[in-house]
């Protein structure tokens, strides 16, 4: 193919690629994608789990309230009876028990014990007789507490604060982390694009030498190993050029799997995000935040105090 075609073609097809490009920054692909991922929907669901058992466990300190029904006990048999006589007669028995009852139960944290109160009422029914009795429990008051026993309600209240703070601040902990992977892989397509960019404009001037090079070998201005060396450096361009172009779809691929299935690809551009100026840190504050927010030395106070309430329950 004639040089000059080749030039003409090549400048056609980045002028179409521009003009077909949509732009993405930063801040889109993250707000776009984020919640797509499924580390940012494990992240979640561990966040609730951790929620729901911290509002299951301030629920059992609450006054629990149950009622204890027993469906009627409906029994029909017959037993024998000896007569006077030395005969056996079989008489029917039809019996019937049921029961209802209501029991409030509320836990007493400082002492490891429960207070209750109680309320029931039994049916005993005989039909064979056609007889019926009652048994009742007004109310009955009481109090369950262990002596010298385990109290779990004072570690409960040391320890369940805490898992929710720690799921909390690993929550936030892996939603930076997930962003910092999706900045990561950002920049990867771009320093892809950026790549092939400058190698479309590396071979667009070796084309342009190449087809001087002929000009001037025909004119006898050039030797031969003077243009085969040019054409040699167009080669290699079209190599480095196909390399950055595999490169850049490798980038999207992998940006693509960790956001879950995005359809983002090379008509997207991505847009070199802005200059920001770093904002002064104060290193006491950091060593502060850090301190009482990172996950793992959370995790650490709660193995300690799961430790100590395990030789003291043993």
Request: hydrophobic fraction near 40%.
């Amino acid at each position: 193919m004639n040089k000059s075609i080749k030039l003409i073609i090549i400048f056609l097809s980045i002028n179409s690629i521009v003009i077909g490009q949509n732009t993405m920054t930063l801040e889109e692909v993250i707000n776009s994608y984020f919640e797509r991922t499924n580390a940012a929907k494990i992240n979640t669901i561990g966040k609730n789990i951790a929620t729901s058992n911290f509002l299951l466990y301030k629920a059992g300190m609450k006054p629990q309230v149950s009622l204890n029904f027993q469906v009627p006990n409906y029994s029909k048999t017959s037993v024998q009876i000896v007569q006077p006589n030395g005969s056996i007669a079989f008489q029917s028995i039809s019996q019937n028990n049921s029961l209802v009852g209501l029991q409030l139960e509320q836990a007493i944290p400082w002492t490891g014990g429960t207070f209750f109160a109680l309320s029931e009422l039994r049916r005993f029914d005989d039909f064979s007789t056609d007889f019926n009795s009652y048994n009742g429990i007004p109310i009955r008051l009481g109090i369950n507490i262990p002596v010298l026993g385990f109290n779990p309600y004072k570690w409960d209240k040391l320890i369940q604060p805490l898992e929710l703070n720690a799921a909390i601040s690993t929550y936030k902990f892996e939603t930076e982390n997930i962003k910092s992977n999706i900045v990561q892989l950002y920049f990867d397509v771009l320093i892809a694009q950026t790549a092939k960019q400058i190698a479309v404009t590396n071979k667009i001037s070796h084309i342009r030498l190449d087809t001087i090079a002929v000009e001037k070998f025909e004119l006898g201005k050039i030797s031969r190993e003077e243009k085969l060396q040019i054409e040699t450096g167009l080669e290699n361009s079209e190599i480095v050029l196909k390399q950055y172009q595999y490169d850049e779809v490798t980038s999207f691929n992998s940006l693509n799997s960790y956001l879950n299935g995005a359809q983002l690809d090379s008509t997207i551009k991505f847009v070199i995000p802005a200059v920001l100026i770093p904002a002064k840190i104060n290193d006491q504050e950091i060593i502060a935040l850090a301190t009482r927010n990172y996950p793992q030395l959370l995790r650490n106070k709660i193995n300690i105090l799961e430790a100590k309430r395990n030789i003291v329950q043993d």
